[in-house]
T-cell receptor
Framework: NAGVTQTPKFRVLKTGQSMTLLCAQD?????MYWYRQDPGMGLRLIHY???????AKGEVPDGYNVSRLKKQNFLLGLESAAPSQTSVYFC??????????????FGEGSRLTVL | QQQVKQSPQSLIVQKGGIPIINCAYE??????FPWYQQFPGKGPALLIA?????SEKKEGRFTISFNKSAKQFSLHIMDSQPGDSATYFC?????????????FGQGTELSVKP
């Protein structure tokens, strides 16, 4: 019973490098989200998707891109990493049934350090 | 600009105490207010949620109090235990908003001493 799986769990990048974080969910959820967690800042929404093939900007989208080519996967890309993107990234999913956001199910996080 | 403001940032209580965490929001369109609990090295998990048609909701030792006129809500943990030590996040969303963007507060790190 995997739920939401994030890969990789840890990564160290140099400034300017690119990388992709993968989120996979096996609950057939429509909605998927990428958040970043920083001390004193809580969880801030980067991008989200309301279904396969759709994406939308959240609170802090700059410097990130996303894709949702398959319903079960949501990819977060950093084209040119910056030290300000050092953070813990969380993916989440939910199955909204038209009555609201529903319970978000989170992965265990991906810790990214940009040197 | 933080739409949901949470305080305190950290909290230490003795076992059996009643920690209280407060949140305030600005957007009057918000009508769904969940609390999430996060243990070290794990993702957050839903603890309890409330809608503004009630002023209080209780689940076990956890209670949400809601004050619509003040645009504030709080989490109370009765008879707190060391196992409650975690980071707690309040959040807000618009219940009927398809896609349900959840906006989180800054988080409160709770430590319950034995």
């Amino acid at each position: 019973n995997a739920g939401v799986t994030q890969t990789p769990k840890f990564r160290v990048l140099k400034t300017g490098q690119s990388m992709t974080l993968l989120c996979a969910q096996d609950m057939n959820h429509e909605y998927m989200y990428w958040y970043r967690q920083d001390p004193g800042m809580g969880l801030r929404l980067i991008h989200y998707s309301v279904g396969e093939g759709t994406t939308a900007k959240g609170e802090v989208p700059d410097g990130y891109n996303v894709s949702r080519l398959k319903k079960q996967n949501f990819l977060l890309g950093l084209e040119s990493a910056a030290p300000s993107q050092t953070s813990v990234y969380f993916c989440a999913s939910t199955q909204s049934v038209g009555k609201g956001p529903g319970e978000l199910f989170f992965g265990e996080g991906s810790r990214l350090t940009v040197l | 600009q933080q739409q949901v403001k949470q305080s305190p940032q950290s909290l230490i209580v003795q076992k059996g105490g009643i920690p209280i965490i407060n949140c305030a929001y600005e957007n009057t369109a918000f009508d769904y207010f969940p609390w999430y609990q996060q243990f070290p090295g794990k993702g957050p998990a839903l603890l309890i949620a409330i809608r503004p048609d009630v002023s209080e909701k209780k689940e076990g030792r956890f209670t949400i109090s809601f004050n619509k006129s003040a645009k504030q809500f709080s989490l109370h943990i009765m008879d707190s235990q060391p196992g409650d030590s975690a980071t707690y996040f309040c959040a807000a969303s618009i219940f009927g908003n398809q896609g349900g963007k959840l906006i989180f507060g800054q988080g409160t790190e709770l430590s319950v001493k034995p």
